[in-house]
Protein backbone atom coordinates (compact mmCIF):
# COMPACT_ATOMS: atom_id res chain seq x y z
CA UNK A 1 0.00 0.00 0.00
CA UNK A 2 1.56 3.41 -1.14
CA UNK A 3 1.46 6.08 1.00
CA UNK A 4 -0.13 9.16 -0.55
CA UNK A 5 1.59 12.68 0.46
CA UNK A 6 -0.10 16.15 0.47
CA UNK A 7 2.38 19.29 0.15
CA UNK A 8 2.10 22.57 -1.14
CA UNK A 9 3.97 23.80 -4.32
CA UNK A 10 4.28 27.38 -5.79
CA UNK A 11 4.38 29.41 -8.89
CA UNK A 12 5.26 25.64 -10.94
CA UNK A 13 5.21 22.38 -9.13
CA UNK A 14 9.01 21.95 -8.92
CA UNK A 15 8.85 25.16 -6.56
CA UNK A 16 8.02 23.07 -2.98
CA UNK A 17 9.10 25.84 -0.63
CA UNK A 18 7.37 24.81 2.73
CA UNK A 19 9.62 24.16 5.63
CA UNK A 20 7.01 22.00 7.07
CA UNK A 21 6.37 19.57 4.61
CA UNK A 22 10.37 19.34 4.31
CA UNK A 23 10.49 17.99 7.23
CA UNK A 24 8.16 14.77 6.63
CA UNK A 25 9.96 14.81 2.74
CA UNK A 26 12.78 13.91 4.48
CA UNK A 27 11.57 11.47 7.13
CA UNK A 28 9.56 9.57 4.57
CA UNK A 29 12.84 9.44 2.89
CA UNK A 30 15.06 8.02 6.10
CA UNK A 31 12.45 5.52 6.29
CA UNK A 32 12.86 4.54 3.25
CA UNK A 33 9.11 4.52 2.32
CA UNK A 34 7.67 5.14 -1.33
CA UNK A 35 4.96 7.49 -1.83
CA UNK A 36 2.81 9.08 -4.18
CA UNK A 37 2.71 13.03 -3.86
CA UNK A 38 -0.53 14.82 -4.24
CA UNK A 39 0.67 18.84 -4.79
CA UNK A 40 -2.16 21.55 -3.19
CA UNK A 41 -1.81 25.13 -3.20
CA UNK A 42 -2.66 27.37 -0.42
CA UNK A 43 -6.79 28.15 -1.47
CA UNK A 44 -7.52 23.92 -2.62
CA UNK A 45 -8.46 23.14 0.80
CA UNK A 46 -10.51 20.94 -0.54
CA UNK A 47 -7.69 18.37 -1.30
CA UNK A 48 -7.34 18.17 2.43
CA UNK A 49 -10.53 17.90 3.38
CA UNK A 50 -10.73 14.87 4.46
CA UNK A 51 -7.87 15.34 6.57
CA UNK A 52 -9.99 17.87 8.73
CA UNK A 53 -8.28 20.91 8.81
CA UNK A 54 -6.59 22.92 6.55
CA UNK A 55 -2.75 22.50 7.01
CA UNK A 56 -0.04 20.37 5.44
CA UNK A 57 1.68 18.20 5.48
CA UNK A 58 -0.71 15.21 5.47
CA UNK A 59 0.07 11.73 4.95
CA UNK A 60 -2.48 9.01 4.35
CA UNK A 61 -1.09 5.14 4.82
CA UNK A 62 -4.04 3.08 4.18
CA UNK A 63 -6.85 4.02 7.19
CA UNK A 64 -4.46 6.35 8.56
CA UNK A 65 -4.56 9.54 8.04
CA UNK A 66 -2.05 12.20 10.00
CA UNK A 67 -1.07 15.50 9.82
CA UNK A 68 1.19 18.14 11.47
CA UNK A 69 4.70 17.08 10.22
CA UNK A 70 5.69 16.17 14.56
CA UNK A 71 2.56 14.12 14.85
CA UNK A 72 4.28 12.25 11.19
CA UNK A 73 7.44 12.19 12.60
CA UNK A 74 5.98 10.31 15.57
CA UNK A 75 3.75 8.27 13.42
CA UNK A 76 6.55 6.55 10.93
CA UNK A 77 8.63 5.97 13.80
CA UNK A 78 6.50 3.73 15.56
CA UNK A 79 4.49 2.26 12.28
CA UNK A 80 7.78 1.51 10.78
CA UNK A 81 10.13 0.85 13.80
CA UNK A 82 12.29 -1.65 11.43
CA UNK A 83 13.15 1.02 8.90
CA UNK A 84 15.85 3.89 10.42
CA UNK A 85 15.45 5.60 13.39
CA UNK A 86 14.12 9.52 13.48
CA UNK A 87 14.76 10.11 17.20
CA UNK A 88 17.37 7.12 18.35
CA UNK A 89 15.53 6.32 21.36
CA UNK A 90 12.81 7.81 23.80
CA UNK A 91 15.64 10.48 24.87
CA UNK A 92 16.78 11.38 21.23
CA UNK A 93 12.41 11.73 20.75
CA UNK A 94 11.69 13.94 23.79
CA UNK A 95 15.08 16.29 22.93
CA UNK A 96 13.90 16.15 19.41
CA UNK A 97 10.74 17.79 20.42
CA UNK A 98 12.28 20.81 22.15
CA UNK A 99 14.08 21.17 18.83
CA UNK A 100 10.46 20.76 17.07
CA UNK A 101 8.83 23.22 19.00
CA UNK A 102 12.07 25.80 19.09
CA UNK A 103 12.57 25.35 15.12
CA UNK A 104 8.44 26.26 14.48
CA UNK A 105 8.25 29.69 16.81
CA UNK A 106 11.72 31.56 17.42
CA UNK A 107 13.58 29.52 13.94
CA UNK A 108 10.64 30.09 11.84
CA UNK A 109 9.60 32.87 13.19
CA UNK A 110 12.75 35.24 11.90
CA UNK A 111 12.99 33.16 9.00
CA UNK A 112 9.41 34.62 8.05
CA UNK A 113 10.22 38.15 8.80
CA UNK A 114 13.48 37.76 6.12
CA UNK A 115 11.31 35.42 3.46
CA UNK A 116 7.70 36.44 3.63
CA UNK A 117 7.75 39.03 0.58
CA UNK A 118 9.69 36.79 -1.26
CA UNK A 119 7.61 33.68 -0.68
CA UNK A 120 4.55 35.96 -2.56
CA UNK A 121 6.70 37.08 -5.15
CA UNK A 122 7.04 33.24 -5.99
CA UNK A 123 3.38 31.86 -5.66
CA UNK A 124 0.89 31.06 -7.75
CA UNK A 125 -1.54 33.41 -8.88
CA UNK A 126 -4.55 31.74 -7.84
CA UNK A 127 -2.31 32.26 -3.81
CA UNK A 128 -1.50 35.65 -3.97
CA UNK A 129 -4.53 37.12 -2.48
CA UNK A 130 -5.09 34.76 0.44
CA UNK A 131 -1.23 34.72 1.19
CA UNK A 132 -1.62 37.98 1.17
CA UNK A 133 -4.18 38.62 3.33
CA UNK A 134 -3.52 35.72 6.12
CA UNK A 135 -0.02 37.04 6.81
CA UNK A 136 -0.59 40.74 7.18
CA UNK A 137 -3.43 39.99 10.00
CA UNK A 138 -1.31 37.17 11.25
CA UNK A 139 1.75 40.32 11.71
CA UNK A 140 -0.22 43.01 11.54
CA UNK A 141 1.74 44.75 8.82
CA UNK A 142 2.45 44.56 5.05
CA UNK A 143 4.53 42.09 3.82
CA UNK A 144 6.83 45.09 2.62
CA UNK A 145 7.04 46.31 5.93
CA UNK A 146 7.37 42.74 7.71
CA UNK A 147 10.88 42.51 5.22
CA UNK A 148 11.98 45.92 4.83
CA UNK A 149 15.14 46.02 6.91
CA UNK A 150 16.75 42.89 4.94
CA UNK A 151 19.80 43.04 6.01
CA UNK A 152 18.96 42.97 9.47
CA UNK A 153 16.40 39.98 9.34
CA UNK A 154 19.12 38.14 7.81
CA UNK A 155 21.74 38.81 10.54
CA UNK A 156 18.49 37.54 13.34
CA UNK A 157 18.38 34.50 11.65
CA UNK A 158 22.11 33.95 11.57
CA UNK A 159 21.95 35.28 15.43
CA UNK A 160 19.71 32.32 16.00
CA UNK A 161 21.35 29.82 13.79
CA UNK A 162 25.09 30.75 15.85
CA UNK A 163 24.74 27.66 18.25
CA UNK A 164 23.81 25.27 15.68
CA UNK A 165 26.64 25.83 13.47
CA UNK A 166 28.78 25.53 16.95
CA UNK A 167 26.94 22.14 17.32
CA UNK A 168 28.24 21.27 13.62
CA UNK A 169 31.63 22.56 14.43
CA UNK A 170 31.77 19.45 16.84
CA UNK A 171 29.77 16.79 14.99
CA UNK A 172 28.47 16.37 11.40
CA UNK A 173 24.99 15.69 11.90
CA UNK A 174 22.68 17.25 14.70
CA UNK A 175 21.60 13.49 15.04
CA UNK A 176 25.17 12.53 15.85
CA UNK A 177 26.70 9.85 13.25
CA UNK A 178 24.04 10.15 10.48
CA UNK A 179 20.95 12.34 10.05
CA UNK A 180 18.21 12.05 12.01
CA UNK A 181 14.88 14.36 12.31
CA UNK A 182 16.71 17.12 14.40
CA UNK A 183 18.48 17.88 11.06
CA UNK A 184 15.12 17.96 8.99
CA UNK A 185 13.97 20.16 11.08
CA UNK A 186 16.57 22.94 10.86
CA UNK A 187 16.61 21.72 6.99
CA UNK A 188 13.17 22.15 6.51
CA UNK A 189 13.93 25.98 7.45
CA UNK A 190 17.31 26.26 4.99
CA UNK A 191 14.59 24.85 2.47
CA UNK A 192 12.13 27.44 2.54
CA UNK A 193 15.16 29.84 1.99
CA UNK A 194 16.99 28.23 -1.00
CA UNK A 195 13.50 27.97 -2.65
CA UNK A 196 12.78 31.92 -2.40
CA UNK A 197 15.92 34.39 -1.60
CA UNK A 198 18.59 35.02 -2.92
CA UNK A 199 20.22 34.98 0.38
CA UNK A 200 22.57 32.24 2.04
CA UNK A 201 21.75 31.70 5.41
CA UNK A 202 25.26 30.12 6.19
CA UNK A 203 28.28 32.06 5.46
CA UNK A 204 30.52 29.70 2.95
CA UNK A 205 33.57 28.24 5.16
CA UNK A 206 30.83 27.63 8.06
CA UNK A 207 30.04 24.33 9.16
CA UNK A 208 27.06 24.72 8.58
CA UNK A 209 27.05 25.71 5.23
CA UNK A 210 29.18 22.13 4.78
CA UNK A 211 26.15 20.09 6.28
CA UNK A 212 23.21 22.46 4.02
CA UNK A 213 25.56 20.81 1.60
CA UNK A 214 25.78 17.21 3.16
CA UNK A 215 22.09 17.21 3.33
CA UNK A 216 21.18 18.71 -0.25
CA UNK A 217 23.20 15.11 -1.18
CA UNK A 218 20.90 13.15 1.04
CA UNK A 219 19.07 10.38 -0.27
CA UNK A 220 20.06 10.93 -4.00
CA UNK A 221 19.99 14.65 -4.04
CA UNK A 222 16.56 14.70 -2.75
CA UNK A 223 17.09 18.69 -1.36
CA UNK A 224 18.24 19.59 -4.99
CA UNK A 225 15.28 18.74 -6.91
CA UNK A 226 14.37 22.25 -5.59
CA UNK A 227 15.70 24.75 -7.64
CA UNK A 228 17.41 27.68 -6.08
CA UNK A 229 17.36 30.79 -6.29
CA UNK A 230 20.47 32.00 -5.11
CA UNK A 231 22.70 29.52 -7.74
N1 LIG B 1 2.53 22.66 12.93
C1 LIG B 1 2.24 22.34 11.58
C2 LIG B 1 2.24 23.60 10.74
C3 LIG B 1 1.79 23.33 9.33
C4 LIG B 1 1.74 24.60 8.50
O1 LIG B 1 1.71 25.73 9.00
N2 LIG B 1 1.72 24.38 7.19
C5 LIG B 1 1.66 25.49 6.25
C6 LIG B 1 2.68 25.29 5.15
S1 LIG B 1 4.34 25.35 5.77
C7 LIG B 1 0.27 25.51 5.61
O2 LIG B 1 -0.26 24.48 5.28
N3 LIG B 1 -0.31 26.69 5.44
C8 LIG B 1 -1.59 26.79 4.81
C9 LIG B 1 -2.27 28.09 5.08
O3 LIG B 1 -1.68 28.97 5.71
O4 LIG B 1 -3.41 28.22 4.65
C10 LIG B 1 3.28 21.33 11.06
O5 LIG B 1 4.41 21.33 11.57
O6 LIG B 1 2.95 20.55 10.17
Redesign the pocket.
Given at each position: MTITFYE?AGATDALRF????W??RMALAHKGLAHDTELCR?IE?DKIAFSGQ????VIRDGDAVV????A?ACYLEDRYPDRPSLFGCDVGRATTRFMNVWT?TVLHGALARLLLAEIHANLHEMDKA?FRE?REKRFGKTLEQICADRKGNLASVRQLLAPVDATLGQQDWLGGDGPAYADYLIFGGFQWARAVSPDALAEPGAPLHAWNERMLDLYDGLGRSLPAKNE
Open positions: LSPNTRAFKKLVPCDSWISYT
